[in-house]
Every structure is written in C-alpha cells, then in structure tokens.
C-alpha cells in the first residue's frame, strides 16, 4: 500500500466488498487499519464484512468500536 493512498485502498476494498470479494476486501481493511488503527470507516466496513462472513460477534465489536 506504499503508492496507494488510505482513500484509494479503501475505495477498492469498497469495491471487491460489494462484488462479494470478501476475502479480498478483509485484507485490504486489515492493510489500511495497520497503516491507521483508527480509521473509522475501515474498522466498521470491517466489521460490516465479518458479519456477513458468519463472525457476528466479532463483526458487532469493530462496529461498536468505529463508533466510539
């Protein structure tokens, strides 16, 4: 992710997310969250995913986390 902005990674984690990419997207949101932690919209957008991959407690964490 050295060449590609935090923005520009998310945007195509967005993308393989909503194509049902999701193993793709889970490691691009886990990329941007090791560059920034806090990032608000990777942590629930991650969150969102480990939901819909059957991790519902897991998922309900990082969204509770993003908003806080």
């Known amino acids: 992710m050295a ?3 935090v923005e520009q990674a998310l945007a195509m984690a967005v993308g ?3 194509a049902g990419r ?3 997207a889970e490691g691009i949101y886990q990329q941007v969250l090791a560059v920034q932690p806090g990032h608000a919209g990777a942590v629930h957008l991650l969150g969102v995913l480990r939901g819909q991959m ?3 407690e897991e ?3 990082l969204i509770r986390r993003s908003i806080a």
């Open 16 to 18: 393989h997310h909503q």
């Open 54 to 56: 059957g991790r519902g």
């Open 22 to 24: 999701l193993g793709e």
């Open 3 to 5: 060449e590609t902005t």
């Open 59 to 61: 998922g309900l964490a």
